[in-house]
């Protein structure tokens, strides 16, 4: 596998975990979204998408706790 190849993948891996990490398991989606992102930053060429990825990723760590935290609220009464 190229770099070239890799980058793509860890960029598309990186927004689909996420959008996953909204849905299932914020804090492991979340954290593995923040790891692709972190290895993206390490090259010069793919440093922006990396720091997206990384900032897009903790958004969605927080927004899937929130949205847990508010569909199990309304489950437990």
């Not at 492991?28 to 060429?45: C, D, H, N, P, S």
């Not at 990396?50 to 609220?73: E, P, R, S």
């Amino acid at each position: 596998m190229s770099e070239r190849e890799k980058d793509t993948l860890f960029t598309v891996l990186g927004y689909v975990f996420a959008v996953v990490a909204i849905l299932i398991v914020p804090i492991v989606f979340g954290a593995g979204g923040v790891i692709f992102g972190y290895l993206l930053t390490r090259k010069e060429q793919t440093k922006t998408n990396g720091v997206i990825i990384i900032i897009v990723n903790i958004a969605a760590t927080i927004l899937g706790m929130l949205f847990g935290y508010a569909v199990w609220g309304n489950m437990m009464g």
